[in-house]
């Protein structure tokens, strides 16, 4: 198992890390360092910073700039609704399940 910690990812967007150099600080697979990062994320450990990335930025790293947290929101509330979006048909032909 991996040893990871989120020490490893630095604040400051100026030390972003790649998600490939996390992995190998890890010692672990990409995928692998994607559940360890969405881990750290969920877990609120009482401090100020929030693990934050960009679609359009080089990598992780914490911040307390209310800015880039709002802005990071935003981004990933706006995958949550793209990535939900085909339930809405899936969940009405279930309900209709036991139809022909």
């Known amino acids: 198992m991996a040893d990871y910690n989120i020490r490893d990812i630095p604040i400051g967007e100026e030390n972003a890390i790649t998600r490939k ?5 890890w010692g672990c697979s990409d995928r692998m360092a994607r559940r360890y990062i969405s881990d750290l994320r969920a ?4 401090d100020e910073y929030v693990i934050v990335s960009h679609s359009s930025g080089r990598g992780y790293y914490r911040t307390a700039d209310r800015e880039k947290i709002q802005h990071f929101v935003n981004e990933m509330s706006k995958r949550a609704r793209n990535t939900f979006r085909p339930l809405k048909k899936a969940r009405r032909l279930l309900k209709g399940a036991g139809k022909p």
Do not use: H, V
């Open 21 to 25: 150099r996390l992995a190998q600080i």
């Open 43 to 46: 877990e609120d450990n009482g």
